[in-house]
Structure formats: C-alpha cells, structure tokens
C-alpha cells in the first residue's frame, strides 16, 4: 500500500482511480462539486453509517442528501482537489482534500457573503460492494464559519 499524494480534482481521479474503492471514495467528493444529490443513491449504500450525521438526518443517506444540497445551494464554483489518498485492506479508503468556493447563498444558516472559501477535511469510508457502507468525516467547520460571516472580509 503506498500512499499517493496529489492535487487532482475528485472528478480526476474519479477517471483515473485502478481500484473501485477509491474511484467511489473521490465520487463521493465529486457530488458535493456537481451539486448532484440523486448521485447520492449511487454512492452510499442505503444503510451508510455515518460517524458524524447531519443534524436531524432521518438515516444516514439522508445526512449525505443534506449536506450535498447545502453546499450545491449554498457555494458556486465549489472543487475539492484531493491532497492525501491511502487505501488500507477491507475497503477503506482515506481522503484528505481541500474545497474552495464561493458563498453566494444561504448556507448552514449563514446568509450570502459573497466570500471566498478554503477548508480541507479528512474522510475515512468503508467501500462494500461498489458503495460507502461507512464514512467518517472531519471538516474545518470553524474555519469555514469565520469565512462566511457576513463581517468577514473576503481574502
């Protein structure tokens, strides 16, 4: 297992991904820079556990729906350029990745700031016949929080 390290777009390394449980790992990123949350059904088994649920999220697929639709209405031009890949035995996949944006629009309860965002976090997911059976997931949600108020100055 050798640790990769890059600076692709999830979608380029949704196309160049040689096992499955990393192409679906960066598809997962891929849905919140396309905004498409039926993908999510492609994705996630319908079971999906996830370790850090959306608030409120009536299963854990739900959750995944949640946030991809909060970013998707929320951020335009949103990429997440993978910075840290690494496949470990049974499935699991670890992703560390940087997404930036543009906050145009309500969003995690903040209104439109019309600011710049950059944040990186770390997903860890379990690929079980060709969809996420598990995932945990950290984001700099503090840092994001401070990008988009709507005192703060864009960089």
Known sequence: MTAISTANTASEVVRSATTTPLRVA???????DTGNVAGADEVFAPDVIDHN????????????????????DG????QHRILFQQELP?????????MTGTHTADAFGFAPSGNPVD?????????????ITEIYHVEELLKLTQQISTDAQPA
């Open 26 to 32: 960066a598809r997962n990123l891929e849905l919140y």
């Open 90 to 98: 049974g499935g699991w996949v670890v992703l560390h990745w940087r």
């Open 53 to 72: 649920p959306a608030d409120g999220a009536a299963s854990g697929i739900d959750g995944m729906r949640v946030l991809i639709t909060a970013v998707r």
């Open 119 to 131: 944040i990186t976090g770390t997903d860890i997911v379990r690929v079980v016949d060709g969809k």
């Open 75 to 78: 951020f335009t031009d949103t």
